[in-house]
Nanobody, 125 residues
């Protein structure tokens, strides 16, 4: 089970931190990814962190502004979002993969088996 939280309304230039609590994965997961979907647009991969080596991946649109991290003791993955822009407005979802995942597929939604509910991020001008 995945539970995303931390969304809200923020002005452009502001920051938010999203949290994804992963519970019930007794056999573990291979990666946690953050995706977003804006109104009228397709879902897109934002960032991902692979469990076995901690490697991370970011979409070009968020590089240098967003940081993904994990706290294994809390079974939580975070997405720190800084310098937010109106175009970051979307519903953000976290997802978990139980399959082997290679770097080139870390932002591909088809790599993920489990999805949490979304959390809305709204960035005003």
């Amino acid at each position: 089970q995945l539970q995303a939280s931390g969304g809200g309304l923020v002005q452009a230039g502001g920051s938010l931190r999203l949290s994804c609590l992963a519970s019930g994965f007794t056999l573990g997961y291979t990666a946690i990814g953050w995706f977003r979907q804006a109104p009228g647009k397709e879902r897109e991969g934002v960032s991902s962190i692979r469990n076995r080596d901690g490697s991370t991946k970011y979409d070009e649109s968020v590089k240098g502004r967003f940081t993904i991290s994990r706290d294994n003791a809390k079974n939580t993955v975070y997405l720190q979002m800084n310098s937010l822009k109106p175009e970051d407005t979307a519903v953000y979802f976290c997802a978990a993969s139980r399959s082997g995942i290679i770097s080139s597929s870390m932002l591909n939604s088809y790599s993920y088996n489990y999805w949490g509910q979304g959390t809305l991020v709204t960035v005003s001008r």
